[in-house]
């Protein structure tokens, strides 16, 4: 995710396309990080995998159905880049939750 994120990025900057990709650069690049930090403290954060892929998942559609509209002209499906956007808030907030929850004992 964050490979794409520069990629599209240097696509962006390159193609004078930022309308459409600077936006999902910069949301690929946000949540590679996260992506990476939930794996590597799972075992801390009770709700870690299931934010982790809400979070990736959300990542996906937003980003690629604006980089869909831009190569191709048309959207993933309709309403891909809003469900992408709600399922990253629901992914932050999951991680959120997971300050709530007891910690998981250390394996």
């Known amino acids: ?3 794409a994120g520069v990629g599209l990025a240097a696509a ?7 309308g459409l990709l600077g936006p999902a650069s910069t ?10 930090a939930l794996r590597l403290t799972g075992n ?4 870690a995998t299931a934010a982790g892929l809400v979070l990736a998942l ?7 159905d604006l980089v869909s509209k831009q190569f191709m002209g048309t959207r993933l499906f309709p309403m891909a880049a809003p469900t992408g956007g709600i399922l ?3 992914g932050w ?10 910690q998981r004992a250390s394996e």
């Open 27 to 36: 949301m690929c690049l946000v949540h590679a990080p996260a992506l990476l």
């Open 12 to 18: 962006a900057t390159h193609t004078g396309s930022e």
């Open 88 to 90: 990253m808030m629901v």
């Open 44 to 47: 801390r954060i009770p709700t």
């Open 93 to 102: 907030l999951i991680t959120a939750a997971g300050a709530f929850f007891r």
């Open 1 to 3: 995710m964050g490979a």
């Open 58 to 64: 959300g990542t996906i559609l937003f980003a690629g």
